[in-house]
């Protein structure tokens, strides 16, 4: 795990956004398409307001989320949204999104369809992760009823419910975000760099972060 401290948010943003434009762009230097998969909530959305005018050739980027709440697009709570307004506009908006969501009563209703649509853009080229004060990353959440499964299995998506997510959920697994060509894991605060440490040694069981600490880069500022 590499570890990177910034002097302040602000500039930790910019920064970000830029080396993950930059990655993309490597990407597509050697490739037809990248992937590149991101994380709702209100961190990342300064990362993508720099991100979304990058000069670089969006048609050829597809985006998807690392894990979305089961509720539709006009949900204040959906990720998808939050995509929409801050990082599939500008120059972002000739990217291509493959959803994680589906007019369906549950997850598991439409898993098989979503699986199917994600797989050709795996391996992942970039993933940028949060991770919040429980240790968890994506939707995998301590405590999760299908936990084992997205943290050892083969499954590419998992629908999880857990306690304190008030709606279902969908996310990547461990599996798929472990074998992404670059990682990043970005926090803010000392709640969460404390977080970060003790997740260093506990178990992805306790500490689903743990899972894909080793190989990624951790971006971190006090504020």
């Known amino acids: 795990m590499e570890f990177i401290e910034y002097p302040d948010g602000e500039m930790m943003m910019i920064q ?18 990248a992937s590149l998969a991101v994380p709702g909530g209100t961190t990342p959305g300064p990362i993508f307001d720099n991100l979304c005018s990058a000069n670089l050739d969006w048609s050829r980027v597809h985006v998807m989320l690392t894990d979305e709440r089961w509720v539709p697009e006009t949900s204040e709570r959906s990720n998808t949204r939050l995509l929409r307004q801050r990082l599939l506009t500008d120059r972002a908006a000739e ?18 369809d979503l699986q199917a649509a994600l797989t050709p853009h795996l391996p992942l080229s970039v993933v940028l992760l949060g991770m919040g004060a429980d240790m968890h990353t994506a939707s995998i959440f301590p405590g999760a009823d299908q936990l084992d499964l997205a943290l050892n299995g083969t499954d590419r998506l998992v629908a999880m419910r857990a306690p304190g997510a008030p709606e279902p959920r969908i996310t990547l697994s461990a599996d798929v975000l472990k074998q992404a060509m670059s ?12 977080a970060l440490e003790r997740a260093t040694k506990l178990t992805p069981k ?6 894909v600490l080793p190989g990624s880069i951790v971006h971190w500022a006090e504020s």
Do not use: C, F, M
């Open 206 to 211: 306790e500490a689903p972060v743990a899972a």
């Open 95 to 112: 990217a291509h999104y493959v959803p994680l969501y589906a007019d369906a009563p549950a997850p598991e209703d439409k898993l098989p």
């Open 16 to 33: 970000l956004a830029n080396r993950l434009a930059g990655e993309l762009r490597q990407v597509l230097s050697t490739k037809d398409t």
């Open 183 to 194: 990682r990043h894991i970005v926090i803010i605060g000392t709640e969460k760099r404390a």
